[in-house]
C-alpha cells in the first residue's frame, strides 16, 4: 500500500466559474471582477504563486475584462508571463446535450479569444463538471493538439478496469484521462498545513493503489471550486508540505501513456459524482430552440459557403462567428441543462430570440431573393410544399412546381400512447413519486388529406396531435397544455420482438446501448438510470424515432419513451432522493420549472429502421429536422458520395478556401467522394495542420477536408 511519501504533487490553484446558475449572469459577473482583483493583486505580489488557472473557459477573459476594463493590461500581462491559464474552451459546455459541430465551434473560438489577449489556450482538455462525456471527445480534444483531459463525473465501473488514469480513445485518436481524485475540489478550503496533510492522506489511501498500478506518480491536487477565491497563503503551505509540492497549471499534468489500459465509448457512469443526466428533460423548451438555432445556423453556414464555392462572393466570416459567438454563451452546462434558477432561463430564451434576428440578416445575404427552393444538405431529398412534394438533388437551389402527390395512409390500427406519472424529483433528477397513468383518448377525427387528429386528457393535461404519413414517414405535431405540477408526460411507441441494442445518434456517432443497462458491480454515489439521450434519431429493431430538440428517451422490451415534459419546481431537492441520494444544488424554487402552458412536440415514426446503416439512420434525422430554405437557384458546386455523414460545409478560419467535415458511424470504413472543386487537403479539426487518411474514413473517424473553388478571403 503507498503512502504519502511515495508521489510528487502538482497543485493547480483554479476558481470553477459557473457563469450563470443559481444567481443570474449579472451577479456572478460582478462576483467575478471581486474574484479575479484578488487573483490579480495575489500573483502581482507573491512571485511564488506562480499561476492561477480561470477554469478552462476563454470567456472568463472577455466577462472580467469587461466588468473591469482598467485591469485589461494586467490581465494580459500575466497571461503573457504564462501565470495565467485560459481555455481551451469558450465556455465550458454539457458536452452531450449539444450537437458536434457546436464542441469544435466552442474550442475554436476559445482559440480565438485566447489569442485576442495575447496567449495560447491551455494543453490540457480540461473539463471539470460536465455531466458525463461523449464517445467522441478524444479524437475532438486530439484534433485540437490536445493530449490530456482531466475530468471529475462519468465514471463508473470501468475504474475497476482502467483505473483513475488511462488512455481514451476513439477512431484511433486518444488522450491520457485522468479523473479527479475524486473531484476538482479535492485540495480546497484548506485551512492549516495539517489540513493539507489529512488532504493529502485521505487522497493517497483512497487512491493511491490506482495511480500505482497505473505507473503515474504526481497526485493532481485542485485548490478551488465553485467561485471560490484564491488563497494567498497556499506558495506558504506548499513550502511547509516540502519540497515534493508545487504549484503549476493543468497543462503541467502530462503523464505517459505508455503502459496504461486503454477504454472506448462515452463516460457516462456515477460511480464517483452524480451523473444528473435528468438535466435530458428539464426544461425541454430550452432544448428545443436550441436545436433551432444550431440547425438554423448550420443551415446558413453552408449556404454562405456554396455561394461562395459557386460564385467567389466573399464568406462572412466575422458575422457567422458572431452568431456561433452568440448561440455558444447558451451551452454552459447549467445553462443548457436546465437547471438553474428562472431568471437565468428566461435571459436564454432572450439570448435565443436575439440569434434568430442575427441569422434573418446573414441569412438574407447568403440566400439571396431568387424565389428558388434550397437543399442545406448535400443528399438528394423531398419535401412537401404547400399541396404537393418538391425533390431537390444535394446543394441544389431551384425554382420547382410541386409534383402532386397523393395522401398516404396510416397504418390500420394506429395509435398513440401517452404515460404521465408523479415526479417528486428536481431540474437535475427524475424520481418517481406515484403511479404511471395512461392517457385516456377523448376525441379522433381523419381530416381530408388523410392526416389523424388525436385528442387526449389527463387531469391538468390536454394533448391534441397531429399525425400524418408523408415521404415514408409518420410525422406528428403534439400540443400539450400543460396545468399540471410535478410530473413527467412520455410518449410511448410499442416495438415487438425488440433487440437487445438501441441505436441513438450522438456527437459525430450512433451510440450502441444496451436495451438493459449493465447492473453496477458496487454502489454507485447516484444509481444509474434507464433514460438516455439522442440528438435526433433512436432506433430499436425496425422502429426509429425522429425529433426535434427532445433529447431524453428510454429503450425497454416493450419499446420506446420519448420524454415530451418533465415539470419540476427546485433547482435542486436536499439530500436523500432514491434515486439520488446526494444533494445536487441549492434548492432554490423555480416556478418556471413547472413548464405550465402550451408546448408543441414535433417528432416522427419511421420503421425499417433495421435495414437502414447508422449512417442512413443519421441522415434520416437530419432529413426530417431539415426544411428547405428559400433563396437563389444554383446548381450545385459540389457533390459528395459515400456513406458518411455531414456535419458541415463553412469558411477555413484563415480565409483560405472552404472546409467541409464528414463523418462515419458505421462500424467499418467508407470511401468518401467529393467532385466539383478542388479538393486541397485533408485536414486536423482545428484547421491548423494536415492529417493523413486520404478519402477513406475509417470507423467512427471524423474528416475534414480543405476545398477550393472559387471562394475568396473576406475581403
Not at 27 to 55: K, Y
Not at 56 to 83: F, H, S
Not at 297 to 303: C, F, G
Not at 502 to 528: C, I, K, S, T
Request: net charge negative; charged share 25%; with cysteine.
Amino acid at each position: 500500500m503507498p503512502d504519502a511519501s511515495d508521489f510528487d504533487y502538482l497543485v493547480v490553484a483554479h476558481t470553477h466559474w459557473d457563469r450563470e446558475w443559481y444567481v443570474p449572469f449579472e451577479v456572478f459577473r460582478l462576483r467575478l471582477g471581486t474574484v479575479v482583483d484578488g487573483v490579480l493583486d495575489t500573483l502581482e505580489a507573491d512571485p511564488a504563486f506562480t499561476s492561477f488557472t480561470l477554469d478552462g473557459q476563454a470567456i472568463v477573459l472577455e466577462d472580467y475584462a469587461d466588468v473591469r476594463p482598467e485591469n485589461a493590461d494586467r490581465l494580459r500581462a500575466l497571461l503573457a508571463a504564462r501565470r495565467l491559464e485560459a481555455g481551451p474552451w469558450y465556455v465550458l459546455p454539457d458536452e452531450i446535450l449539444v450537437g458536434g459541430e457546436s464542441l469544435v465551434r466552442n474550442l475554436l473560438l476559445g482559440r480565438r479569444v485566447c489569442r485576442r489577449f495575447g496567449v495560447e489556450p491551455t494543453a490540457a482538455g480540461y473539463e471539470p463538471d460536465s455531466f458525463g462525456h461523449p464517445a467522441q471527445i478524444p479524437q475532438v480534444l486530439a484534433g485540437f493538439g490536445l493530449g490530456t483531459f482531466l475530468f471529475s463525473r462519468g465514471i463508473g465501473d470501468q475504474i475497476d478496469d482502467v483505473g483513475v488514469v488511462f488512455r481514451w480513445r476513439s477512431a484511433g485518436s486518444e488522450v491520457v484521462a485522468q479523473q479527479f481524485l475524486p473531484h476538482y475540489d479535492n485540495f480546497a478550503r484548506l485551512w492549516t498545513v495539517e489540513d493539507a496533510r489529512e488532504r493529502v492522506n485521505e487522497i493517497v489511501a483512497r487512491f493511491g493503489p490506482l495511480l500505482e498500478r497505473a505507473g503515474v506518480g504526481t497526485v493532481l491536487l485542485a485548490n478551488g471550486s465553485d467561485h471560490l477565491p484564491i488563497q494567498p497563503r497556499l506558495p506558504e503551505m506548499c513550502r511547509e508540505l516540502g519540497p515534493s509540492f508545487r504549484i503549476g497549471q493543468f497543462a503541467d499534468f502530462r503523464p505517459s501513456a505508455e503502459g496504461l489500459p486503454v477504454y472506448e465509448g462515452e463516460l457516462v457512469g456515477s460511480r464517483l459524482q452524480n451523473l444528473l443526466r435528468g438535466v435530458n428533460s428539464s426544461r425541454v423548451y430550452i432544448k428545443q430552440a436550441n436545436e433551432r438555432a444550431e440547425r438554423r445556423l448550420l443551415d446558413i453556414e453552408t449556404v454562405a459557403s456554396l455561394r461562395a464555392l459557386r460564385d467567389g462572393a466573399p464568406f462572412p466570416h466575422s458575422d457567422i462567428r458572431l452568431a456561433w459567438r452568440d448561440l455558444l454563451r447558451n451551452h454552459p452546462h447549467d445553462s443548457i441543462c436546465g437547471c438553474s434558477c428562472d431568471e437565468v432561463h428566461r435571459d436564454m430564451l432572450v439570448r435565443y430570440e436575439q440569434l434568430d434576428r442575427t441569422l434573418e440578416i446573414v441569412g438574407q445575404e447568403a440566400l439571396g431573393v431568387g424565389g428558388a427552393l434550397v437543399n442545406p444538405l448535400p443528399y438528394a431529398r423531398r419535401r412537401v410544399v404547400g399541396d404537393g412534394v418538391v425533390e431537390l438533388d444535394g446543394f441544389e437551389g431551384r425554382r420547382a412546381e410541386p409534383a402532386p402527390f397523393a395522401p398516404e395512409a396510416l397504418p390500420a390500427g394506429f395509435e398513440l400512447v401517452f404515460e404521465d406519472e408523479p415526479d417528486v424529483g428536481d431540474l437535475y433528477t427524475f424520481c418517481p413519486g406515484g403511479t404511471v397513468r395512461r392517457a385516456e383518448l377523448v376525441g379522433s377525427r381523419t381530416m381530408p388529406d388523410g392526416s389523424l387528429e388525436l385528442e387526449h386528457a389527463l387531469p391538468g393535461i390536454r394533448i391534441a396531435t397531429v399525425a400524418r404519413a408523408v415521404l415514408g414517414r409518420i410525422e406528428l405535431r403534439t400540443t400539450v397544455d400543460n396545468d399540471a405540477e410535478d410530473h413527467r408526460l412520455r410518449v410511448f411507441v410499442a416495438v415487438t420482438g425488440a433487440p437487445d441494442v438501441v441505436r441513438a445518434e450522438g456527437q459525430f456517432a450512433v451510440l450502441h446501448r444496451p436495451l438493459r443497462p449493465v447492473p453496477p458491480r458496487a454502489q454507485w454515489v447516484e444509481p444509474p438510470v434507464p433514460t438516455a439521450h439522442t440528438l435526433g434519431a433512436v432506433a430499436l429493431g425496425p422502429v426509429a424515432l425522429l425529433t426535434k430538440g427532445i433529447p431524453e428517451y428510454e429503450a425497454s422490451p416493450d419499446g420506446l419513451r420519448l420524454t415530451l415534459l418533465r415539470c419540476v419546481g427546485t433547482i435542486s431537492r436536499p439530500a436523500g432522493l432514491p434515486t439520488r441520494p446526494l444533494a445536487a444544488g441549492p434548492d432554490i424554487a423555480t416556478p418556471d420549472g413547472q413548464c405550465l402552458g402550451r408546448h408543441v412536440f414535433e417528432y416522427a415514426l419511421q420503421t425499417g429502421a433495421d435495414r437502414l446503416s447508422d449512417a442512413a439512420l443519421v441522415r434520416a434525422g437530419q432529413d426530417y429536422r431539415t426544411d428547405f430554405l428559400t433563396g437563389d437557384p444554383f446548381a450545385p458546386p459540389l457533390r459528395i458520395t459515400g456513406d458518411v455523414v455531414y456535419s458541415c460545409l463553412k469558411g477555413a478560419e484563415d480565409g483560405d478556401g472552404a472546409v467541409l467535415r464528414l463523418f462515419n458511424p458505421n462500424p467499418g470504413p467508407e470511401e468518401v467522394g467529393i467532385d466539383g472543386v478542388e479538393l486541397v487537403e485533408r485536414i486536423r479539426l482545428d484547421e491548423e495542420a494536415a492529417e493523413g487518411g486520404g478519402m477513406v474514413l475509417e470507423p467512427a473517424q471524423i474528416a475534414t477536408f480543405r476545398l477550393r473553388g472559387s471562394l475568396v478571403r473576406e475581403r
